[in-house]
């Protein structure tokens, strides 16, 4: 019996360290040149079921020249098995230790996922400044939403990959396989070259006498600003159509048909909405073609649509018709996983699902309209409740709601709303009749966040004092038969406010946090709040510094240099529009915004046509 053979008869859930799933791809270590580990700072079944990995396997793993395989976090059984037996990180695939390959690319998706990072890396032997790395240690790099300010990991990375990734990836590739065997700062200039590709060491902060952040500044030879790759056409763009099929049940376990990226409806705290414009679309061809190969190697019997806002297709309503036409004898579920406050998006959701058990989730974000102005959702009371009473009538029983606690402006007054609201829910459900053994309305809340490249980036986090009243008050308000009310820690979402508006200087106390035993922090078990408490005081950070600092237009930020392709100058212009009340149209249906970002990345929005496809 080998050592990981009997480690496995000691841990829960042994199928998350074996590998060997349904298409997967192992290939000749010794014939290939250029090795990547795609390393998910989370454990498996979170990891599985994002897209960017199946899409990243399937670009590197389609090259004859290189190969990609994963690793995801382990849990904390395993972690502490794998310590006493003195096993390194290693891959699914070959069962690698980690530190043998070329690259470990990691993805970030989550501030709370950093601890990850480091005690991923620590796992697999590799030194966790990247200064102390040297020409045989493999590249640390990243990409996803958090790359957009990755400061505070900065000194633990070679690399960060800015946009998406189905193009740069390849250049990766060839840089790594040109300057394998030869000196790592030749290989980092050639990366730092490569459009979208920011070297953190090539460009350093400055501060000023009052311990305020200046700004970054790079050395020759490297962009001063770092602006985000876009994938132009998503017809032509690499899809993996045979996708791995996990053993355990993954959080999203069903096929996943990306219908398009970006969103433009400009809701002011979402970060996604910013950093994936512009829109593009999938033609309904691609896309019938697409679900047809991904049932058929795969074996699922779900079919999710999968985008940002997928009711706003323009061609939703005839492709989930034909998918149905296609599938419903199979029979095969399709799944419409973001929906709109309207009833049109009731009747996608009717006629893709023919026994409505399961709940629906509406996200009017906040409880007044007034604030709904302030952030942009242009959604109204009676939007919602015409929408509840269209579900009800079609045979829902429980609906969820979720709102946000803390945005800018916030009062008590917009916090009673979302009881209000929901109790308006709930006498609807009354209304149509539905039964009340059955009926459920669930308010879920999280806490505001400010996050880069938005026009709420100047903006400070609500104090955790004021989130926990909040809370507090919105438990007495929301008793009663048929309501349920749930919210997130608010303590996890300040250490997020930390990191996503934080520098470099926040480093040691990541550092010191995951030597406290901090990970896995997005799992409520595991946060250990105490431990991030103590790494700050330790560190001499003042977290609240960060979390809570309200910018100005004109201050330097930490993610200055790195560019989303909109404007800062619109971002000022919507963020004084959200103070006062005023909203923004969506540019899909109406005239141009003004952001920038078509210009600056010269790019126009894709809205497919039937056949062809054609600019908006």
């Given at each position: 019996?080998?050592?990981?053979?009997?480690?496995?008869?000691?841990?829960?859930?042994?199928?998350?360290?074996?590998?060997?799933?349904?298409?997967?791809?192992?290939?000749?270590?010794?014939?290939?040149?250029?090795?990547?580990?795609?390393?998910?700072?989370?454990?498996?079944?979170?990891?599985?079921?994002?897209?960017?990995?199946?899409?990243?396997?399937?670009?590197?793993?389609?090259?004859?020249?290189?190969?990609?395989?994963?690793?995801?976090?382990?849990?904390?059984?395993?972690?502490?098995?794998?310590?006493?037996?003195?096993?390194?990180?290693?891959?699914?695939?070959?069962?690698?230790?980690?530190?043998?390959?070329?690259?470990?690319?990691?993805?970030?998706?989550?501030?709370?996922?950093?601890?990850?990072v480091l005690n991923m890396l620590e796992l697999a032997g590799i030194p966790l400044e990247c200064r102390a790395r040297d020409s045989g240690m493999p590249l640390v790099?990243?990409?996803?939403?958090?790359?957009?300010?990755?400061?505070?990991?900065?000194?633990?990375?070679?690399?960060?990959?800015?946009?998406?990734?189905?193009?740069?990836?390849?250049?990766?590739?060839?840089?790594?396989?040109?300057?394998?065997?030869?000196?790592?700062?030749?290989?980092?200039?050639?990366?730092?070259?490569?459009?979208?590709?920011?070297?953190?060491?090539?460009?350093?902060?400055?501060?000023?006498?009052?311990?305020?952040?200046?700004?970054?500044?790079?050395?020759?030879?490297?962009?001063?600003?770092?602006?985000?790759?876009?994938?132009?056409?998503?017809?032509?763009?690499?899809y993996p159509l045979r996708p791995i099929v996990p053993y355990l049940e993954a959080v999203h376990d069903r096929a996943v048909l990306e219908v398009f990226r970006g969103?433009?409806?400009?809701?002011?705290?979402?970060?996604?909405?910013?950093?994936?414009?512009?829109?593009?679309?999938?033609?309904?061809?691609?896309?019938?073609?697409?679900?047809?190969?991904?049932?058929?190697?795969?074996?699922?019997?779900?079919?999710?649509?999968?985008?940002?806002?997928?009711?706003?297709?323009?061609?939703?309503k005839e492709l989930v018709a034909e998918l149905v036409e296609r599938y419903g004898n199979e029979p095969v579920n399709v799944s419409l996983p973001s929906l709109r406050?309207?009833?049109?998006?009731?009747?996608?959701?009717?006629?893709?699902?023919?026994?409505?058990?399961?709940?629906?989730?509406?996200?009017?974000?906040?409880?007044?309209?007034?604030?709904?102005?302030?952030?942009?959702?242009?959604?109204?009371?009676?939007?919602?409740?015409?929408?509840?009473?269209?579900?009800?009538?079609?045979?829902?029983?429980?609906?969820?709601?979720?709102?946000?606690?803390?945005?800018?402006?916030?009062?008590?007054?917009?916090?009673?709303?979302?009881?209000?609201?929901?109790?308006?829910?709930?006498?609807?459900?009354?209304?149509?009749?539905?039964?009340?053994?059955?009926?459920?309305?669930?308010?879920?809340?999280?806490?505001?966040?400010?996050?880069?490249?938005?026009?709420?980036?100047?903006?400070?986090?609500?104090?955790?004092?004021?989130?926990?009243?909040?809370?507090?008050?919105?438990?007495?308000?929301?008793?009663?038969?048929?309501?349920?009310?749930?919210?997130?820690?608010?303590?996890?979402?300040?250490?997020?406010?930390?990191?996503?508006?934080?520098?470099?200087?926040?480093?040691?106390?990541?550092?010191?946090?995951?030597?406290?035993?901090?990970?896995?922090?997005?799992?409520?078990?595991?946060?250990?709040?105490?431990?991030?408490?103590?790494?700050?005081?330790?560190?001499?950070?003042?977290?609240?510094?960060?979390?809570?600092?309200?910018?100005?237009?004109?201050?330097?930020?930490?993610?200055?240099?790195?560019?989303?392709?909109?404007?800062?100058?619109?971002?000022?212009?919507?963020?004084?529009?959200?103070?006062?009340?005023?909203?923004?149209?969506?540019?899909?249906?109406?005239?141009?915004?003004?952001?920038?970002?078509?210009?600056?990345?010269?790019?126009?929005?894709?809205?497919?046509?039937?056949?062809?496809?054609?600019?908006?």
């Open positions: 019996m080998t050592d990981l053979e009997r480690i496995l008869t000691r841990v829960e859930r042994p199928a998350r360290y074996v590998g060997g799933e349904l298409n997967t791809i192992i290939k000749d270590w010794e014939r290939v040149p250029v090795r990547i580990v795609f390393a998910f700072p989370d454990v498996y079944e979170v990891g599985m079921s994002h897209l960017g990995m199946h899409i990243l396997y399937h670009v590197v793993n389609s090259r004859d020249d290189a190969l990609m395989e994963r690793v995801f976090a382990p849990w904390i059984d395993m972690e502490r098995e794998m310590r006493r037996e003195g096993l390194p990180l290693f891959s699914l695939e070959s069962h690698r230790s980690v530190c043998d390959f070329d690259v470990v690319a990691f993805t970030l998706q989550y501030e709370l996922s950093y601890t990850n790099v990243a990409g996803g939403p958090c790359a957009f300010n990755p400061e505070p990991l900065a000194p633990f990375l070679d690399a960060v990959f800015l946009g998406e990734g189905e193009e740069a990836l390849h250049d990766l590739v060839e840089v790594v396989h040109r300057y394998k065997g030869g000196g790592r700062e030749e290989l980092l200039m050639a990366l730092a070259r490569v459009p979208g590709v920011y070297v953190p060491r090539f460009y350093q902060p400055e501060y000023g006498a009052d311990g305020g952040f200046r700004r970054i500044v790079a050395q020759a030879g490297v962009p001063a600003k770092v602006v985000k790759r876009v994938v132009r056409d998503l017809d032509r763009a690499p969103c433009t409806r400009g809701c002011r705290f979402c970060q996604a909405g910013a950093i994936y414009r512009p829109v593009r679309e999938k033609r309904p061809e691609t896309l019938l073609d697409q679900a047809e190969a991904l049932l058929s190697n795969t074996g699922y019997r779900e079919l999710s649509l999968s985008s940002l806002s997928t009711t706003d297709y323009s061609h939703i406050v309207d009833s049109f998006a009731v009747e996608l959701a009717r006629s893709v699902q023919g026994v409505r058990k399961s709940s629906l989730t509406f996200a009017p974000e906040a409880g007044t309209q007034r604030l709904r102005n302030v952030i942009n959702k242009q959604v109204t009371e009676r939007d919602l409740l015409q929408t509840v009473e269209t579900a009800f009538a079609a045979g829902w029983m429980r609906l969820k709601l979720y709102f946000m606690l803390g945005l800018p402006t916030e009062t008590l007054e917009d916090v009673d709303g979302i009881a209000r609201l929901a109790r308006m829910v709930l006498d609807k459900g009354r209304e149509c009749g539905a039964p009340k053994g059955r009926l459920a309305v669930t308010v879920s809340t999280s806490s505001f966040v400010p996050k880069p490249h938005t026009p709420f980036q100047w903006e400070p986090q609500a104090p955790l004092p004021v989130l926990r009243e909040r809370q507090a008050f919105l438990q007495g308000r929301l008793k009663g038969k048929n309501l349920v009310y749930r919210w997130h820690d608010p303590e996890t979402s300040f250490v997020e406010a930390v990191f996503a508006r934080g520098d470099r200087r926040l480093a040691p106390a990541l550092r010191r946090a995951v030597e406290l035993g901090c990970r896995l922090d997005g799992w409520r078990e595991c946060f250990r709040f105490d431990l991030w408490q103590q790494a700050f005081a330790e560190t001499g950070i003042d977290p609240g510094a960060y979390a809570y600092r309200s910018y100005g237009y004109t201050d330097a930020l930490p993610w200055d240099h790195l560019d989303s392709g909109i404007d800062r100058e619109f971002l000022t212009r919507e963020h004084a529009q959200a103070l006062a009340g005023e909203t923004t149209r969506d540019c899909r249906n109406d005239q141009c915004t003004g952001c920038g970002l078509c210009p600056n990345l010269e790019i126009e929005p894709y809205v497919a046509e039937a056949g062809t496809g054609a600019p908006v």
